[in-house]
């Protein structure tokens, strides 16, 4: 796969900064980044990778029933995820755990989801508006549009202040473009004129279909029969993700409808844990994106830049004593009551539930009712 004249880029595989006609009007956006900016840039990627390489070994080891790796997509994922303002609301996927982290949910919390021990992980309105996971593929596009709709019905956008007013982002892969809800969803965006960016992660897998078979053109033109401005952009440039999407979500907030970004990065792993890549993927493809990867670009920008050994050393420790948390409180988890299955089922206390947990409650007590009576 290569880059077109049309696709953003602002730091090349080499990792210097590009001049190009598509970047020119992202550059003021990455001008504006201060040191610290750039570095928390880089301490994300990194201590995500390594929480993600010890989740997945985790899941080998028996201690999770699956998980789905982020590996190779964190720059557009970290870029994203700091582009937002705190009052956007974001609507994940299920692979997005650079920004679950960046809007402070801790790791943990995906490890009680794919261990089982949680109906979806997180109290969205406690993490920064961070949604939960969906799994059903494609399904969060029409939450993500029904809570923009919500938004502008509410007067909560367009009234000219960045800082403020809300917008919404949604995430979602290449495979979920050819599910329908994503469509419906941008028939409803473009009807409404959303506050709201679409942001595709083109991973270029759909478990095991590739999205040349999926799509004859480029996907960030799909948007455009609906009305949508599309803009395509390097996902593993991290620059690049911050820049375009900081634009996007707010020129969508400023009124002037939704918008749709598509970031070519590469599912470097597996689709899941329960996938095997090997059988459908090239050596060659995949050594091409690994010479892409995100992190030792970003790495390279940075120490041209002047920044030196010890930080990227902190940060790799760093990393290390993130993943380390992780296998220590996953090997210390417990099971939950079982009275926590009917929990947050709806939102106020329901008379049907209280039932079931009574029912289940009385069903529990009569074994040892029945064991106590044979003693």
């Known amino acids: 796969m290569s880059y077109t004249a049309a696709t953003v880029q602002l730091l090349s595989q080499e990792g210097t900064l590009v001049d190009s006609d598509a970047a020119a009007e992202y550059i003021p956006y990455i001008e504006n980044l201060d040191d610290e900016q750039l570095r928390e840039f880089h301490r994300n990627m990194v201590v995500i990778r390594m929480i993600d390489l010890d989740a997945a070994n985790l899941q ?11 590996l190779g997509q964190e720059a557009a994922q970290v870029g994203s995820g700091f582009a937002a303002r705190p009052q956007d609301h974001l609507f994940p996927a299920y692979r997005e755990h650079a ?21 979806g992980g997180w109290d ?6 961070f949604h939960l996971y969906t799994l059903v593929i494609g399904s969060q596009t029409l ?5 923009a709709m919500g938004i502008q019905l509410d007067g909560n956008t367009a009234n000219g202040d960045l800082d403020s007013d809300e917008a919404v982002m949604v995430y979602f892969g290449d495979g979920a473009t050819s599910q329908g809800d994503v469509s419906e969803a941008l028939v409803f965006a473009a009807s409404y004129q959303t506050p709201q960016v679409f942001f595709l992660q083109n991973n270029q897998w759909a478990i095991s279909v590739p999205v040349s078979k999926q799509s004859r053109t480029p996907l960030y033109l799909r948007p455009s029969g609906f009305g949508i401005p599309g803009v395509q952009i390097d996902g593993n440039d991290v620059l ?37 890549p090997t059988k459908y993927r090239s050596s060659d493809e995949l050594e091409f994106w690994t010479r892409a990867d995100p992190i030792s670009r970003f790495e390279t920008y940075l120490r041209s830049r002047g920044e030196g050994d010890q930080f990227f050393a902190d940060v790799v420790a760093e990393g290390a004593d993130a993943a380390s948390d992780i296998r220590r409180r996953t090997h ?44």
Do not use: C
Request: proline share 6%; net charge negative.
């Open 143 to 147: 939450h993500a549009t029904g809570y």
């Open 240 to 276: 690049a993700s911050y820049a375009v999407t900081r634009a996007n979500l707010d020129a969508a907030r400023s009124g002037t409808g939704p918008r749709f970004i598509e970031a070519l990065t590469y599912r470097m792993g597996a689709h899941t844990t329960s996938d095997d």
């Open 332 to 375: 210390e988890l417990g099971s939950p009551p079982a009275s926590s299955m009917f929990a947050n089922v709806y939102s106020e206390p329901h008379p049907v539930m209280d039932a079931q947990l009574a029912w289940l409650e009385a069903y529990e007590a009569s074994f040892e009712t029945s064991a106590g009576s044979q003693a």
């Open 124 to 129: 969205p309105k406690k993490n920064n508006n």
């Open 60 to 70: 080998r080891q028996g201690e999770l029933a699956m998980w789905i790796p982020s």
């Open 99 to 119: 920004v679950a982290r960046i809007r402070g949910v801790d790791p943990i919390k995906l490890i009680e989801m794919l261990r089982g021990l949680s109906h």
